[in-house]
């Protein structure tokens, strides 16, 4: 059987035909078929970017919409700020829990688990840090805020109000206790935001922390000043048991260097809230003796500047520019007449208490006049002198301290009504205070204490700062007389550096007019016009003694009074040089005198004045001092 030969095997359709040339065992490379695997780095990487951009877009939604939560908490807190500022306290608690709700949603944007691995990222990693640090400060400070925001609702007129006589003890009991655990959580938040580290963010972000850091100090600092106030504030209205306080009013048309003769005085007593109005006494008529030494120790160095005055008449207990003297010797005058010991001594003048009616309304008293914040100075330091002009000086002394003594007690009625705005009142008072027209001092140190950095606080002699030379100008009137309703002071100071050694020299000159219209003079009545007879005086004129404190370490160069030369004679008080310099006014004129004094050390500091308050508005002003005018030592 014939065998056939096996055939070649068969080429795919599509294989290349061998050429002639090539061999018969050759077989053509076959090119591979190309894969669709990647390799695992590339989709590592492709991975990596893919999350970057899902972690970037995520962080960046969520830090967007936390500024936009933090940007509408914050239009709320601005409209809160316009609100406090304004008096208006109703509503806090429900205002601040809807800035929380906006606090709340921005926190918890910012504490996002991918947020927090954001944060390890360079260039973006610090200023997500310190985003999500400010948001939680920011949160936590509007918690810490919540018992404020309580209080505020609690601090409404109608509740700080007084009914049937009594002030409300609730709302102080109250603040006695959030305001001071408020200024610890706020001083621990404070100490947080110090340790927030903005280094190397974005501008916005540093400008973000300042922005808080400013908030937080004043909102701290405000709470830190207030916490000794407000815990002694439920005391001092008779929470522990009754309280006496005497009121002393300043007669500023016959002026002294506090703001005018203590002439007149109320006796008020406060338990648990209940007000109580006891006497008014004058000054005169025998209810205080003129004594031949001082009812309270006095420092040696002063005797020879008010000597036979301070300390021995209640009345000239203002002559000292030391409310805390004045107080003192009030106390003592009155725990002497009456036994009763003194819990605080409060100082108003006829500003003050135009102030104090301007917040409560006008009153209307037995004469039938309507008195209020328009016309109490003109009626009581002026118009009554001359309405109650008999010539008989006892009778017309009554009828003046009735008008005096009506008023007060018709004040005081309005005041214990509660038919005003508290709030309108504190700023009224604190206005005074500033002012240097209305004060308070405690003879218990800790209560004291509590007000010693606020305008309220009896202050002492004037104090120079690192900033400023202070002179102290203080009047007293020498004539007996009323006649200090129609003076306008001004004080004009001039500074040049004056020596070798770039000591600097200070001038203070005191202009004081008199503004009364000679023609009108002889129409006053005696107790308007004093004891000019006696004085050698035409009528109507007035005469001051001008008492310079000079800065301590301070040296006089020369004084003046109207142009004529005064001897370099000084007394001395608290470590201060003092010159007394006598000067008369006429009707109708203006007198001047003034000082010059050099600083003990080199340096460029400015001059300010203290100067007793008046009736008529005091002017300020500023020259260039030429040192040719100057007589250096």
């Excluded at 001038?507 to 008199?514: P, Y």
């Excluded at 009364?516 to 005469?543: C, D, F, M, N």
């Amino acid at each position: 059987m014939a065998h056939s030969r096996p055939s070649a095997p068969s080429q795919p359709a599509h294989a290349r035909p061998r050429t002639a040339t090539e061999p018969a065992h050759y077989r053509p490379l076959r090119a591979k078929p190309r894969s669709n695997k990647r390799p695992v780095g590339y989709l590592l990487a492709l991975a990596l970017v893919g999350g970057a951009l899902f972690a970037a877009t995520w962080v960046g939604a969520r830090a967007w919409f936390a500024k936009g939560e933090l940007e509408q908490a914050q239009a709320m807190v601005t409209s809160v700020k316009d609100r406090l500022t304004a008096g208006e306290y109703g509503g806090l608690r429900d205002t601040f829990a809807a800035v929380q709700v906006h606090t709340v949603k921005a926190r918890g944007l910012t504490e996002d688990p991918l947020w927090s691995l954001t944060e390890h990222v360079p260039v973006l990693g610090p200023n997500l840090r310190a985003l999500r640090q400010l948001t939680a400060v920011v949160d936590d400070t509007m918690t810490a805020a919540q018992p404020l925001a309580d209080l505020g609702n609690q601090l409404t007129p109608a509740s700080l109000a007084p009914k049937d006589g009594a002030i409300p003890l609730a709302p102080f009991e109250t603040a006695a206790t959030a305001v001071p655990a408020a200024a610890t959580d706020f001083a621990a938040i404070q100490a947080r935001l110090a340790d927030v580290s903005t280094a190397g963010t974005l501008s916005q972000v540093r400008a973000a922390k300042t922005t808080l850091v400013d908030l937080l100090d004043t909102a701290t600092s405000a709470l830190e000043q207030a916490t000794p106030i407000v815990q002694q504030l439920p005391a001092l209205l008779g929470a522990n048991g009754p309280r006496t306080y005497v009121v002393m009013f300043l007669n500023s048309a016959e002026l002294r260097a506090l703001g005018g003769t203590a002439l007149s005085f109320a006796e008020i007593s406060v338990d648990h809230g209940a007000i109580e109005f006891k006497r008014t006494v004058p000054a005169g008529n025998g209810n205080f003796p003129i004594r031949k030494t001082p009812v309270i120790p006095l420092p040696d160095d002063v005797e020879s500047i008010y000597s036979g005055t301070l300390g021995q008449f209640i009345a000239n207990a203002t002559v000292r520019p030391d409310a805390v003297t004045a107080a003192k010797i009030v106390d003592a005058e009155w725990q002497a007449k009456y036994g009763t010991p003194v819990d605080g001594v409060i100082s108003m003048d006829g500003g003050a208490l135009s102030l104090l009616l301007q917040a409560v309304g006008p009153v209307k008293i037995s004469t039938g006049d309507v008195v209020s914040a328009d016309n109490v100075q003109k009626l009581l330091l002026n118009e009554v002198y001359q309405r109650y002009n008999t010539g008989i000086s006892a009778v017309d002394n009554a009828a003046q301290n009735k008008v005096y003594a009506d008023t007060v007690s018709a004040t005081f009625a309005k005041l214990t009504s509660g038919s005003f705005d508290p709030i309108t009142l504190v700023d009224s008072m604190s206005t005074a205070a500033k002012q240097h027209r209305f004060s308070v001092w405690f003879p218990n140190d800790q209560e004291e204490s509590a007000i010693a950095d606020t305008p309220f606080a009896a202050r002492g002699l004037p104090t120079s700062t690192s900033s400023a030379d202070v002179v102290g100008v203080y009047l007293k009137n020498a004539s007996w007389s009323k006649l200090d309703y129609y003076l306008k002071p001004a004080i004009t100071t001039a500074t040049a550096a004056c020596t070798a050694d770039g000591r600097e020299v200070h001038r203070v000159t005191l202009s004081l007019t008199n503004t009364l219209k000679p023609a009108e003079a002889p129409g006053l009545s005696p107790s308007i016009v004093g004891g000019w007879e006696r004085l050698g005086l035409t009528k109507g004129e007035q005469q001051y003694v001008v008492y310079f404190y000079l800065p301590k370490g301070a040296t006089l160069l020369s004084g003046r009074s109207n142009e004529t030369q005064q001897d370099l004679l000084v007394g001395h008080d608290g470590g201060h040089d003092v010159k007394a310099i006598w000067v008369k006014v006429p009707p109708g004129a203006t007198s001047t005198v003034s000082v010059d004094m050099l600083m003990a050390n080199p340096g460029d500091k400015p001059v300010t004045t203290d100067v007793t308050p008046t009736i008529q508005p005091l002017t300020t002003g500023t020259e260039q001092l030429d040192c040719s005018t100057v007589t250096l030592p």
